[in-house]
């Protein structure tokens, strides 16, 4: 059974710092993508970041770039979001989401997280 399974979501200052963790079990990821999401109260999911573990292809939604990186841990089956200068437009529950290149980045991935929340307070 695929398990993806994130930490390190927590409350932080505007301008703080946070980084989440994806623990992936189940099967392995080495020849897929990677991606995390992220839902405000009120809005719809929506995709922040992607990495291709094959190749290292890398894709982030505008409004985060310069400020957050996506990275993997193919040893540990881990992948990570450090997010850096956070504001009040972060406040999300964030989602790992595996699976197709094409899938991910377009919202349909073949596996999804529980969800960490992130909370940021100004």
């Known amino acids: 059974q695929v398990q993806l399974v994130e930490s390190g979501g927590g409350l932080v200052q505007a301008g703080g710092s946070l980084r989440l963790s994806c623990a992936t079990s189940?099967?392995?990821?080495?020849?897929?993508?990677m991606g995390w999401f992220r839902q405000a109260p009120g809005k719809e999911r929506e995709f922040v970041a992607a990495m291709s573990l094959t190749g290292g292809v890398v894709k982030y939604t505008d409004s985060v770039k310069g400020r957050f990186t996506i990275s993997g841990d193919n040893v540990q089956n881990t992948v990570y979001l450090q997010m850096n200068n956070l504001n009040d437009d972060d406040t999300a529950v964030y989602y790992c989401?595996?699976?197709?290149?094409?899938?991910?980045?377009?919202?349909?991935?073949?596996?999804w997280g529980q969800g960490t929340q992130v909370t940021v307070s100004s």
């Open positions: 989401a595996g699976g197709l290149w094409g899938l991910v980045v377009a919202g349909r991935p073949n596996y």
């Open positions: 189940g099967r392995t990821f080495s020849g897929y993508t």
